[in-house]
C-alpha cells in the first residue's frame, strides 16, 4: 500500500489534504497532535507510534527521529538490494511526506519570549523529514507548504517529475531560511556578545512582493523583508494610497526615510535617483518641504519626498502641489490623508517611526559580497575640531551640522551647501572633489543662493581648489573630515579669505 506522512504544525488545508490522498488509497501516518486532528475528523489514522514501535519521548521532541522512518523516506526504489533491505527489516516505504515546521519566528517575534521558550520552538524532526524527502524527492514527493496541496491532489498517483524536482528544491529553501532565522535570532540576542561577521553567513529575508520590474524594464525585481522586521521597516509600510510600488521607488524611498530621520527637528528630505536634491528643517512640516523644494525646484519633480512627523493638513496641501512619485512618513491627519489622496497616482507610505536596529551593508561582487556595518555614525559638532583662525558662528555651526548629515547620503565625491536649515547646492557622484564642488556651486548660483552658504565634504581636500572655489562664490564656512598631507594649505586659504573650518576627523564615502 502505498502511504503518506503527514506531520504539520499548521492545520491548514491538513483536512482536504488528508481526505483526497485516503480517496486515493494512500495509507495516512502521522504524528501526535496532527493525528488527533485528523482522527478527530473521521480519518483512519495510523500513528508512527505504530509504526515505530516506540513511544513518543521527551514531550514530544523525539517521535519521528526512526529508522522505521527514515529507512522508508530514504530508500532507492529502483535499487533492488534497498528494496531487499526493507522487506528484511519489515519497513514499508513512504510516498508523500507533507510536513510544515514549528513556528520559531512567530515566538521569537514576541519581545518579551524567553530564551528557553524560544528553543523549545526549533523543530528537529520536521527539517529532518523535508531534507530526507527531498533528497530522495524520486521516489518521494515532499511538500512543505499548504499552497501546493492542492497541485499534490491533482498529481494524482504518479506525480510528474518536474513537480517532484520543484517541491524538493522548494523544501530545501525552506528548510535553509528556518535554520538561518534560527541563527539571525540568536546573534541578536543583547546577552549574548555580537559576531558581525561570522565565518560562514546566512541570510534570512522573506519575499515580500514582486515587483514590476527592476532599474529597468528587461531586469526582474522582488523585495524581501527581514525574517525579524524590527522599526523603521520600509518593507512593512502600509501604503495608504497610488499605484504599485516600483524598484526605484523604494530605493529612493529607502535613501530619503533615512535622511529624514536623522534630524530631530521637523525635516523633509526630497530624493532623485538615490540622491538627495533638497533636504531641510523648519518649525514645521510646511515650512521644511517649502524649503526643501526651493532648493532645487526641478529635480524634485517626480522625485520622491520623506518627512519625520506626522503630516497635517497645510504640508500635504503643499505636498499635492507638485509632481511626486512618493511621499514616506511616520503618519498622517485624517484631511492630510484625504488630500493625498485626491493625487490618484501618488503612492502614499506610512512607516514605523522607531529607531532601527544597526544594520550591514552588501554589495555583490563578482564571486562574491562586500559586507560592512551602516554608516551610522552620530553627528555631534561637540566634537570636531576648529582648525581656522575665525571660529564658526552659531548659525553656521547649525547648518554645517545639516550639511554633514546630508553628505553622507550623496554619493562620493560629495559636496553639500547649505544655508539657513536648506541645502542650497549638492554635487556627488564624481571622479574629482573639485568637480563635485562646481557642481554644488552652480546649482546654488541657479538659486541665487551660495552667498552666505556653508559647505560640507565627505572626505578631505587633496588641495586648496576646493576652499578656493568656496571662497569665490561666497561660502563662508566648511566641514570635512581633515586628515591630508596638504591640510595645511587648505587651513591657509580658508584663513586667507576669511572662513571658518572644522575638522570632524570622521568620512562618509559612499561609493
Known sequence: MRRALLSVADKTGLASLAQGLAQQG???????????FLSGLGLRVRTVSEVTGFPEILDGRVKTLHPRIH???????????????????????????????????????????????????????????LRVAA???????????????????????????????????????????????IAEWLGRREDRPPVPFPAELTLAFQLHSTLRYGENPHQRAAVYGDVFPGPGS????????????????????????????????????????????????????????????????????????????????????????????VVVAPGYEAEAAEILAERRDLRVLQVDPGVPRPRLDFRP??????????????????????????????????DLALAWRVVRSVRSNAIVLAREGATTGIGGGQTSRIGAARIAIAMAEVGGRPGGSVMASDAFFPFPDV?????????????????????????????????????????????
Not at 89 to 113: K, W
Open 26 to 36: 494512500m495509507e495516512v501516518v502521522s504524528t501526535g497532535g496532527t493525528a488527533a
Open 71 to 129: 529507512a522508508g523516506l530514504l530508500a532507492r526504489r529502483d535499487r533492488p538490494e534497498h528494496i531487499q533491505q526493507l522487506q528484511q527489516h519489515g519497513i514499508e516505504p513512504f510516498h508523500v511526506v507533507a510536513v510544515n515546521l514549528y513556528p520559531f519566528r512567530q515566538a521569537a517575534s514576541v519581545p518579551e519570549a524567553s530564551l528557553e521558550k524560544v528553543l523549545e520552538e526549533i523543530d528537529i524532526g520536521g527539517p529532518a523529514l
Open 135 to 181: 533528497k530522495n524527492y524520486r521516489d518521494v514527493l515532499v511538500v512543505c507548504d499548504p499552497a501546493d496541496y492542492p497541485e499534490v491532489l491533482a498529481a494524482g498517483a504518479d506525480p510528474p517529475p518536474a513537480l517532484r524536482y520543484r517541491l524538493a528544491v522548494k523544501a530545501f529553501q525552506h528548510t535553509a531560511f528556518y535554520d538561518a532565522a
Open 234 to 325: 520600509l518593507v512593512r509600510a502600509r501604503q495608504l494610497g497610488g499605484k504599485e510600488l516600483s524598484y526605484n521607488n523604494l530605493n529612493d524611498a529607502g535613501c530619503a526615510w533615512e535622511l529624514a530621520r536623522e534630524f530631530s527637528e521637523p525635516a523633509v528630505a526630497a530624493v532623485k535617483h538615490a540622491t538627495p536634491c533638497g533636504v531641510a528643517i523648519g518649525r514645521g512640516l510646511e515650512e521644511a518641504f517649502g524649503k526643501a523644494q526651493a532648493a532645487d525646484p526641478v529635480s524634485i519633480f517626480g522625485g520622491v519626498v520623506a518627512l519625520n512627523r506626522t503630516v497635517n493638513a497645510a504640508a500635504a496641501r503643499a505636498l499635492a502641489g507638485i509632481f511626486l512619485e
Open 365 to 398: 561582487v563578482p564571486g562574491g559580497v562586500l559586507l560592512q556595518e551602516a554608516d551610522l555614525t552620530a553627528v555631534d559638532p561637540d566634537r570636531w575640531r576648529q582648525v581656522t583662525a575665525r571660529p564658526a558662528t552659531s548659525a553656521e555651526l547649525a
Open 467 to 511: 576652499v578656493e572655489a568656496a571662497a569665490a562664490c561666497g561660502v563662508t564656512a566648511i566641514v570635512q573630515p581633515g586628515g591630508s598631507l596638504r591640510d595645511a594649505d587648505s587651513i591657509a586659504a580658508a584663513d586667507r579669505h576669511g572662513l571658518a573650518m572644522l575638522f570632524t576627523g570622521v568620512r562618509h564615502f559612499r561609493h
